[in-house]
C-alpha cells in the first residue's frame, strides 16, 4: 500500500509545480504517470522498504532512476509521457520540499487512504446487514404465524405421540392453514371457519416432521442394533420346528417332526391346478350334455 | 347334567408377545412385567399370582427397562427415547417424559429411592430426581464411548456400575467423572470378532461388580481396583440377565438357552467364614431367551421370548412346604379376550392391533357320548377388523344379538353397527363419540342389546343407550368418596334391571338400572375378582376370587345366598383350592337354574347347587360314572362339582344354548410355533 502511495505523493508533487492544469485532470494525470513510473515502482518498494519516510524529494527519485530498465510494455506509455512531459515544462528543476512537510503531506495521504478504505468497509457493512435483514423478511414471510409456533413449542412437550400418516395429513392441514392466512381476509367465511374449527378439534397434536424424522431414525437403528446382536449372522439360531423336532427324533420309536407339513410349499401351483380342475369340470359337462 | 354338543375351535390364534422386562417391588410383593408390545401387567404375587392391573401397549414404546421408585412408583424407559411414568391408581400414564439422549437402554433407581438414572444410547448416563409429582433432569455423567446397556447402583448410592460393549465403566456419583474402566475378554480364553456385549451387571456392597455378557461368561470384578476377579463360563449363548437378592447371598441369571442359574454365597469348607460363590442349580423352564430376572426373597421369577412368567419359590427360603411352594407358570392370560353372540352363533376375538369375527360351523349329524361329528357347515371368517392408530385394543365386545361392536384404546372409543344380508356383512361406524368413553376397562352390552355399558379407568360407569344408527348417553354412575379406582369387571342381569361391577379393591358394587342409584355393595374380600355374573330370574350374583373362591350374592335379597354361606362353613375341596389359573368365565344355563358354569385355563365345571358338597376325602375330578355301574355307587361319588379336563388349554367356555356349548382352545404347541427362533441346542443322535 505505501509504496504505491508514495509514488503518487511524489509524482503529484512534481505536476503540482508545474500549473493549475494539472489539477483539472489531476487524477488522470496521476494515473499516467503511474503507469509510467510502475516500471521502476518495484525497486522503489525495495528501496523504501524499512518504512522509510519519503524523506527527501532527491532520495525518491534517486530510487526511481534505480530502477529496473523499463520493459519495452512500459517504454510506450514512457514516450507519451514525455510527450505529456513536453507540454509542461519538465525542464525546471524539481522544488525543493522540506522533511516536515512532506511527511505531512505523506501522512495526510494516509489518513485519506485509511478513511477510504474505512468508508469501503462500512459501505460494505451496510450492505451486507440490508441483505440480512432481506433474508430474514423473506424468511419470516415463509415461516408460519407466531400462534401456531407457539402451539407447537407447547405442544412438543406434551406427552402424546402421532403416527406418521396422521402428521402427514397435519403437514398438509398446516400449509393449507399457512397459505389462507397467507392470502388473509378475502377469503370465504366457510373456508376460515373449517380452519378454525380443526385448529380447536384437538383431536390431533401437531409435531415436527424433522424432529420425528431423527427420533425414527435413531430408534430404527437400535432396534436394528438389538435384531442384529440376538438374530442375526454370528448367533447360533435355528428354527423352532427343529427345535421341537429334536425331542421325537431321540425317542424310542422315532417320531416325525413337530411340523412336518409344509403348507405354505407350492400355493401358486395348488391355485392353478385347482383353476384347471375347475375349467376341465365345466368342459366336460359340456361335451357331456352334447 | 345332560348332553351337550361342543364346539371345539381352534382357530383363535393368539399369540402372546414375548416379555422384556420384569420388577420386584418389595413392599407390596408385587411384579410388574412389560411385554414387547409396550403392555405393562402388574402381577400381585400374594393374591396367588393374579395379574390385576394392565397398561395397554403402543406401537412405538419399545420398553427396554421398568424399575420401581420410593412410593410405589413405577418408571419405564425406551427404545423411544421416553422416560414414562406409570398412574397405579388411574390406570393411565401419567407422563412421558423425553431424555434427549435418544433411545433409552437401561434404567436404574437409588437404593434409597429418589433418584433415576438412564442410560442411552449416545453413551450418556443421566441423573433425574424424583420428586413428588415428577422427575427433574439433574445432571448427566461423563459420556462414554458406546451405549450404556445396563446399570447398577452400589447399595449406598455413591457408585454406579455401567455395562456397556466390551467394557464396563465404575462412575463416582458425586462427581459424574469414571472412575474405572474394566474391559471385557470378547470370548472366555480366547479372540472373537463379535463384539461382546455387557447384558447384565449388579453391584454388591462389598465393592464387586457382577457382570454377564453375550459370550456367556459371568465374571466377578473388583470396582476399587478396577481388575477381573473370577471369570465362569456357563453357557454356550448369551447370558441375558442378572438379579441380585436383598441380601446379597444369591443371584439368579437367565440365559438365551432359556437356562437360568442360581448362584449362591457358600461357605468354602463347613466351618470356614471365607465365602464364595458357587453355581449351584439350574432351571430349564423356558425354551427361548430368558431376558428378565428378578429375585424375591422366597422365588426366583423369570420370563422370556417364550411368554412365560415363571415363579420358581426356593424351597429353602419357603417356610411353609405346602402348594404354594410349587413352580408357577403364568401363560394364559388372566382376562378374556374373546365374547361371544349367542342368537348368531358368532365369536369376536380381540388381539393387539385387530378384531376377528367368526361364525360357527354347523353339523347336521349325531352321536354318541365322545364321538367327533364331521362339520356340514366350516367356520366362516366373517371380518377382520383393524385398529386405526398405534395403540392396543383394551377391549372389546359383541352384543347378543350380533349386530353392534365395540372396542375402546387408551385414547378412543370405537362403535360399529353390523348388518346381516344372507350370507353378506357390512358394517358402518358410529361417528362422534363422547370423550370420557375413551380408555375403556370394560364394556358390556344388555341381554336385549339396547344399552351398553362402559366401565372407564377414571372409575366411573356410562349407560349408553343404543338406537338404530346412533346413541344417547343416558347416565354416568361416578366413583364414590373421591378414589379413583377402576373398574374392571362388569356383570348385568339377563332381564336388565342390575348391574355388577367390580374394582381393585372394594367390593363389588350392584346398580340399578331402572332406578339409575346404587343399590348394595357386596362387602370386600382381600383377593381381588376373576370373574363376575348373574344369574337369569334369581338374579343371584356368582363372583370368583383369585384364591378360587366362588360366592354367591342375592340382589334383591342384598345377602349371600344359602348355598354360599354352606360352601364357605365347608370349605372347597383342597383341589379346588390348589388350581394355578384363575375362572375367567361364568354362565348360566338358561333352564336351569341350579347350574353354574365356569371354566378356567385347564378345566370347566358345572356347579350343580342341588347335589351336595364334597368333602376333602372324596374324589373331585371323578370322571363320568360307566352306566352298568350299580346306582348306590354312583350316588355315592355324586356331588355338585362335575369337572372336565377333556377341552384345554381353554380360553373360552360358553353355554349357546340348551343343548351347545363353545370351547375355544389354544395348544401351547400351536403359539410356541410361531415364537422367534431360539438358540440351536446340539444334542446327540440327531
Known sequence: MKPASLALHVTLRLRAASGSEVRRSGVAWVMVQLRQRVSRAPASASAMVDEGQ???????????????????AAAEPLEDDEEGDDEFED??????????????EAREEERRVRETVRRDKTLLKEKRKRREELFIEQKKRKLLPDAILDKLTTASQTNIKKSPEKLQEVNLQKKNEECEKGSNSKKTKEKVQKVQSVGQNRSYLAVRLKDQDLRDSRQEAAKAFIQNCLYGPGTN???VNKFLSLDNKRLPVKKAAAQFLNNAWGTQRKQNAKRFKRRWMIRKMKTSKK | MGEFTVHRVRFFNYVPSGIRCVAYNNQSNRLAVSRTDGTVEIYNLSANY???????????RATEALCWAKGQRLFSAGLNGEIIEYDLQALNIKYA?????????????????????VGCEDGSVKLFQITPDKIQFERNFDRQKSRILSLSWHPSGTHIAAGSIDYISVFDVKSGSAIHKMLVDRQFMGVSKRKCIIWGVAFLSDGTVISVDSAGKVQFWDSATGTLVKNHLIANADVQSIAVSDQEDSFVVG??????????????????????WVRTKPFQHHTHDVRAVAHSPTALISGGTDTHLVIRPLMEKVEVKNYDAALRKITFPHRRLISCSKKKQLLLFQFAHHLELWRLGSTVATGKNGDTLPLSKDADHLLHLKTKGPENIICSCISPCGSWIAYSTASRFFLYRLNYEHDNISLQRVSKMPAFLRSALQILFSEDSTKLFVASNQGSLHIIRLLEGSFKHLHTFQPQSGTVESMCLLAVSPDGNWLAASGTSAGVHVYNIKHLKLHCTVPAYNFPVTA???????NNLVIAHSDQQVFEYSIPGKQYTEWSRTIQKQGFHHLWLQRDTPITHISFHPKKPMHILLHDAYMFCIIDKSLPLPNDKTLLYNPLPPTNESDVIRRRTAHAFKISKIYKPLLFMDLLDERTLVAVERPLDDIIAQLPPPIKKKKFGT
Open chain 1, 54 to 72: 519519503p524523506a527527501s524529494e532527491e532520495e525518491a527519485e534517486h530510487g526511481l532512476l534505480l530502477g529496473q530498465p523499463s520493459s519495452g
Open chain 1, 91 to 104: 525542464d525546471e528543476a524539481p522544488e525543493e520540499l522540506t522533511f516536515a512537510s512532506a511527511r505531512a
Open chain 1, 237 to 239: 439360531r435355528t428354527t
Open chain 2, 50 to 60: 393374579f395379574q390385576e392391573k394392565f397398561f395397554p401397549g403402543h406401537e412405538s
Open chain 2, 97 to 117: 417424559m423425553d431424555a434427549f439422549g435418544g433411545p433409552i437402554w437401561s434404567m436404574a433407581a437409588s437404593p434409597h429411592g429418589s433418584q433415576l438414572l
Open chain 2, 255 to 276: 440365559t438365551a438357552e432359556g437356562t437360568v442359574f442360581h448362584f449362591q454365597l457358600v461357605s468354602v469348607t463347613s466351618n470356614s467364614s471365607e465365602k464364595q
Open chain 2, 532 to 538: 363376575l355374573a348373574i344369574a337369569p330370574n334369581t
